[in-house]
């Protein structure tokens, strides 16, 4: 039966439970069927794993077996293998009850599809699922059940399409009490395009595996500007793609992106991209090119008094001739005005393990999934965790050096905070218990110091509380403030109230960036975005009348953080800014360790954030004597965060790492032993610590032990030297105020590095500015699906409110290592 090929993870946690009740005992149990299992090498457990699952005894809700089962879940081990080993130690209770459970379970065969047709066409989604006789079936269009004839079989028929058809389907399998779900498919309408033999062509493709998912857009570009078109499809084999410009083919451009670079009024018109494969050709819909004026060139004024009578006066060069200037004001030309970026730089910083306040969890996946984000739009992306008063007011500094005529620069700060006189504070996580302005970083004090650059656009995202802070009776006054139309800030909530943070099962994540993340990349005015940011968070039951986000803006102009970056006018200042910024992004080079007894072993070294490394250490070679090897670290430098309980663990979720995935790691084949240090910004010297390999012989009960000292210079962020304090300016040397409301530094290590270097459980915290000290917790892994429709993907993605917790102090969620991935510069170097 195919049932018994499925993994141990298949059954339901009432079974798991009822199996490992039966197995926890000490004559025939869990202790009897891991040595069992322990013939075949892949799911043999160590004696760490077995002395953990002991001590699961000590625990209320303990229970060594199903720690066991957990075990052998995550390494596949089938249902067919567990029986076969249950039989061997004769445990005749699990036998009869697991090949009972096995014969009633639903197993879902064939998923459906998410499909694309024209208007009135007819499409079928299936779903197919073997277990026992008597299986039901029931249809949901998102969370109301389809009532159809069809609603009820394995087959849905949705005939005559029309938009009330469109959304996503699920398909649910009942036998008795039990049901499983199926895979969401999405039925979309699409347009037909050119001639009905287009459509047909169009909608033989979606019905037979080859179908367009994202269709190019009609745009206007300038001269000189760089034209991007994109077309992808789904299909089976995969798909081809041909580009056509005026029905014209477009040799060598065979990819779904079509990326013409310094366009020109020959590159206007009509453009469809040809979607084929062996069996099957569909067409994309038509993208109309315009092509303008140049971008680069900006209208002539001249400046006058507005009081005086000469204030009508402009010149003549601005307008067409006999238009009236407020006419011409009022109705701009078609062509809008597209604006450039000579960079893109932000600064994130995410404070939760505070010394005198309440630990949070959700600042680490927020500051991470906003980092992915800004990359993909060619940010430069500086990523801390965890920072005192002067590593802040130092990374503030290093920032600020980044920064550049028409750049654009982004601070986003997640963490305790307060708003006092209409100025804003972050704290740092070594604020004492009553803190004032003296020990906080003032943000306006930064934006002065932004203007002062002649930046194109300042964005500040504040995902902290705003409350009034009683022990704060000085009103800071920051520098005088030029008059620009490039300054938004976006609050995470409204004046005098807090923020939050959900803690769920899966991840935790601030109600901000939680609805942020959704229209980040949305090629949109900044606050175009953030106001759709807000309206999606008042449609939800879960933040309305606790939380809502706040837009403060001067923007006058059409800026995007999806805007280009133009470096032709400063190729200089932009090669000179990525090796100021790739400063502070240097990891480690790979390398391989001979030992004395001809053991090799390799050490990698990854990135999750600009001060936290992953180290891991392999075996690569040892000799046909040695029959058991690993190689461990030790002595690492006292200022550096090392979880000594969560060094050289076998996994990275053991080891504390939340952001790595499976793709990015070692072969499963060579086990490894994982390593996370944080803090790097406090490393005072080269990063130095041993690798001590412990081996045994064939014919040695004793193990031996070598070591090997290890230095591998200033990994990351450390090489800037935040801890050191920036020598102090004097009024007439600086015009800008300090960060805080002390003296603050003027020059940085950066230049002189630069120089040398050429759900069912969601609980709320709030990030306000009081609280007992919680313990600290290490960090877990997140997961989640990418896309792939659930449930949670509408705006309603909480489905009711949920009580807020009196605690400030919350642990981190449980969750798994599965879809979290770096950007290039922090892959391992060993690839």
């Not at 739009?377 to 990374?395: C, R």
């Not at 250490?617 to 006292?638: G, H, M, N, W, Y």
Request: proline content about 4%.
């Amino acid at each position: 039966m195919e049932n018994w090929k499925m993994s141990i993870g298949s059954l339901s946690g009432e079974d798991l439970n009822r199996l490992s009740k039966m197995l926890d005992n000490s004559t025939c149990g869990w202790r009897q069927l891991a040595s069992a299992v322990a013939e075949q090498s892949h799911f043999r457990c160590s004696e760490k794993e077995l002395t953990c699952c002991s001590l699961q005894v000590l625990s209320p809700a303990g229970s060594p077996a199903r720690t066991l089962l957990s075990w052998l879940a995550d390494r596949s081990c089938s249902l067919e293998f567990l029986l076969h080993y249950l039989r061997k130690i004769d445990h005749q209770e699990t036998v009869h009850f697991l090949t009972a459970t096995v014969s009633e379970m639903i197993r879902i065969t064939v998923h459906p599809q998410s499909q694309q047709a024209s208007s009135g066409s007819r499409v079928v989604l299936t779903c197919r699922a073997s277990g026992p006789p008597g299986l039901s079936y029931q249809w949901f269009r998102g969370k109301e059940e389809v009532m159809d004839e069809t609603g009820t079989s394995p087959e849905l028929v949705l005939c005559s399409l029309s938009p009330t058809h469109q959304g996503h389907y699920i398909c649910r399998i009942n036998h008795g009490d039990k049901c499983v779900f199926s895979q969401w498919a999405h039925v979309r309408l699409v347009q037909s395009a050119g001639s009905s033999a287009d459509c047909s062509s169009l909608f033989l493709g979606s019905m037979s595996g080859l179908s367009v998912t994202e269709q190019p857009q009609s745009q206007t570009a300038a001269e000189g500007d760089t034209l991007l078109l994109k077309c992808k499809a789904e299909a089976n084999p995969p798909a081809r793609y041909e580009w056509y410009h005026n029905k014209v083919l477009l040799p060598r451009e065979n990819t779904c992106l079509l990326k013409i670079e310094c366009v020109t009024t020959q590159h206007r018109g009509e453009y469809r991209c040809k979607v084929f494969n062996l069996y099957h050709e569909v067409w994309s819909d038509t993208a109309t090119v315009t092509i303008g004026p140049s971008s680069v060139t900006d209208a002539t004024w001249v400046e006058v008094d507005r009081g005086l009578a000469e204030s009508q006066e402009m010149h003549r060069s601005t307008f067409g001739q006999g238009v009236h200037p407020m006419r011409q004001m009022v109705n701009p030309a078609p062509a809008a005005k597209k604006f450039y970026a000579t960079d893109k730089v932000a600064l994130l910083i995410g404070n939760m393990n505070y010394h005198h306040h309440n630990q949070l969890c959700a600042p680490i996946s927020d500051v991470h999934e906003l980092t992915n984000l800004l990359r993909q739009m060619d940010f430069k992306v500086v990523s801390l965790l965890d920072l005192n008063w002067q590593e802040m007011n130092s990374a503030v500094t290093e920032f600020l050096l980044l920064l550049d005529k028409g750049v654009y620069g982004l601070l986003y700060f997640a963490g305790h905070g307060y708003e006092n006189y209409g100025n804003s504070f972050m704290v740092p996580i070594d604020a004492p218990a009553s803190y004032t302005s003296d020990h906080c970083i003032c943000v306006q004090n930064i934006l002065t110091k932004m203007q002062g650059k002649e930046t194109g656009l300042n964005v500040f995202l504040l995902d902290m509380c705003r409350k009034r802070n009683p022990n704060d009776d000085i009103i800071v006054q920051p520098g005088q403030l030029k008059v620009t139309a490039n300054i938004v800030f976006g609050y995470a909530t409204c004046v005098d109230a807090e923020a939050y943070e959900v803690k769920r099962e899966d991840v935790s994540n601030g109600i901000f960036i939680n609805f942020l993340k959704q229209r980040v990349c949305e090629d949109e005015k900044v606050t175009v975005m953030l106001d759709r940011v807000c309206e999606d968070m008042g449609r939800c039951a879960i933040t309305r009348g606790r939380q809502a986000l706040e837009l403060r803006s001067n923007l006058s102009e059409r800026r995007s953080l999806t805007d280009h970056i133009h470096t032709s006018d400063c190729s200089s200042s932009y090669s000179a800014r990525n090796l100021q910024w790739a400063v502070a992004h240097v990891l480690p080079e790979s390398r391989c360790l001979q030992f004395d007894c001809g053991v090799k072993v390799q050490l990698g070294f990854a990135a999750e954030f600009s001060n936290v490394m992953v180290i891991y250490t392999r075996i690569l070679k040892k000799p046909k004597e040695i029959i058991s090897c690993s190689a461990q670290l030790t002595d690492f430098p006292v200022e550096v965060d090392v979880d000594l309980k969560k060094s050289n663990q076998e996994t990275l979720i053991e080891a504390g790492c939340l952001l790595l995935i499976k793709e990015e790691l070692p072969s499963p084949d060579v086990p490894s032993l994982y390593t996370r240090l944080r803090s790097l910004q406090r490393l005072r010297r080269e990063l130095t610590f041993t690798v001590c390999l412990q081996y045994t012989y064939a014919n040695m009960d004793e193990e031996v032990e070598e070591r090997q000292l290890v230095t591998v210079g200033k990994p990351l962020v450390s090489k800037l030297n935040l801890h050191e304090t920036r020598p102090s300016q004097n009024s007439s040397a600086s015009p800008y105020p300090s960060l805080g409301s002390c003296s603050v530094p003027g020059s940085s290590s950066f230049v002189e590095d630069f120089a040398s270097a050429g759900s069912a459980s969601n609980m709320w915290t709030d990030r306000a500015q009081t609280g007992s000290t919680a313990p600290n917790v290490g960090f877990l892994t997140s997961s989640r699906s990418a896309n792939v429709p659930e449930e949670t993907d509408s705006p309603e993605r909480f489905s009711a409110p949920q009580p807020l917790v009196a605690s400030k102090s919350l642990p981190y969620s449980q969750t798994n290592d599965a879809d979290y991935k770096f950007s290039d510069l922090y892959n391992f170097h060993s690839f």
